[in-house]
């Protein structure tokens, strides 16, 4: 059961679009009983999915004791996919009521994740910082999906992102399992030093398969669901669909 962070530095580089059109297409076409988890306050990921994050528990109610991780995961329209979602207090859980007083608060997501053995892969989104959230995500996560886009501060924030991973990695085991590029525009003028500075910072993780800028990813979101529901013969749905097939492959490897 590998679990998988998508993770940035920055946001408006398709976190979230990623996390939840990959977990979908696993679901969709490889079979895959996939749970997604929305481990960022701000919520984007269940929206996506059609629901109201004030209406439902996110895992700040499990961190706490308050209640188990099955009782939060919701369905979703494909059988296969499920989700965790967020809500508002996740923003500050850590330093509420248990989790303040445990020195070792950032490792109980991967524990309280260990017994989800139900799911083929589990996908944390997280928040586009480098906080407690981000930080336990990745503690949980065997892997780590970096979101970027072609685009000057995209690619600068890549640089801390990697030696915050690299800090993380001398005390937990974590592979970048690559990164992907969103928004991609395949005739576009600095592409070529965008991804030497990529290669530079994650060497040899930058994924074959990018996900061109297609307007029916936002009609897919207002519609809270995956592209493949709404827009399944676009060039995002083709994207995320070979995506999901390189990033197999690149499990397989270390699996």
């Known amino acids: 059961m590998p679990t998988i962070t998508v993770s940035s530095f920055k946001g408006g580089t398709a976190k979230t679009s990623t996390s939840l059109n990959i977990g979908a297409a696993l679901a969709k076409f490889h079979k895959q009983n996939v749970l997604l988890i929305d481990f960022d306050a701000q919520a984007n990921l269940t929206t996506g999915l059609g629901y109201d994050p004030d209406s439902h528990d996110s895992l700040a109610t499990v961190l706490q004791g308050k209640k188990k991780i099955s009782e939060v ?115 576009g003028k600095s592409n070529d030093t965008f991804l030497e500075v990529i290669e530079e910072t994650f060497p040899g993780r930058i994924l074959k398969s990018k996900v061109r800028r297609d307007i029916t990813v936002s009609e897919a979101t207002i519609h809270g669901k995956p592209i493949f529901d709404t827009s399944p013969k676009s060039r995002a749905a083709e994207d995320y669909s070979t995506l999901a097939k390189e990033l197999l492959k690149r499990l397989r490897k270390y699996c």
């Open 73 to 187: 995961i919701l369905p979703t329209s494909n059988p296969r996919l499920s989700l965790i979602p967020a809500d508002t207090w996740l923003e500050r859980v850590e330093v509420t009521e248990a989790l303040a007083a445990d020195r070792y608060s950032h490792e109980k997501l991967r524990d309280l994740l260990k017994p989800l053995q139900q799911f083929d892969t589990i996908i944390i989104d997280t928040p586009p910082s480098l906080c407690w959230l981000t930080e336990s995500a990745l503690i949980a996560s065997e892997f780590a999906l970096v979101a970027a886009t072609p685009e000057f501060y995209s690619i600068k924030g890549l640089q801390r992102l990697s030696q915050f991973m690299e800090t993380l990695s001398q005390s937990h085991t974590l592979q970048v399992l690559g990164v992907v590029l969103s928004f991609w525009n395949p005739r």
